[in-house]
């Protein structure tokens, strides 16, 4: 299990990346960014934290942040893992991302 520290939220928790994953005191956030230009919200977050850049769930990035991130991120796809846990947290992505598409929620 590769763990890479980001910071600490002003409230005290950890922002980690963890195999492949953003997450939030040890907690999946989100498995990809989303730059903040394409976000539903981005005129409030600017608001609140105008350094922002990208959203990982409901974690505002600097553009720094978001780097490193991706980078982690990336190379995460790259190590494909062939372990049981590992196929089936794939396939319970796919499945997420299928029925999303579809409109199931």
């Known amino acids: 299990m590769s763990t890479t520290f980001i ?3 002003s409230d005290g928790r950890r922002i980690e990346v ?11 956030e989100a498995r ?3 730059a903040l230009i394409e976000h539903p919200n981005r ?3 600017l608001r609140v934290l105008p350094r922002a850049t990208h959203m990982a769930g409901r974690l505002a990035l600097t553009m ?10 990336a190379e995460a796809r790259r190590e494909l893992d062939l372990s049981p ?21």
């Open 7 to 9: 910071r600490t939220t």
């Open 18 to 28: 963890i195999d492949g994953a953003v997450c939030l005191d040890g907690r999946i």
């Open 32 to 34: 990809e960014l989303v």
């Open 43 to 45: 005129q409030a977050i």
């Open 64 to 73: 720094e942040e978001a780097n490193q991130i991706q980078d982690l991120l």
């Open 85 to 105: 846990a590992a196929l089936h947290r794939r396939m319970q992505d796919v499945m997420l991302h299928r029925a999303k598409m579809e409109g199931v929620e």
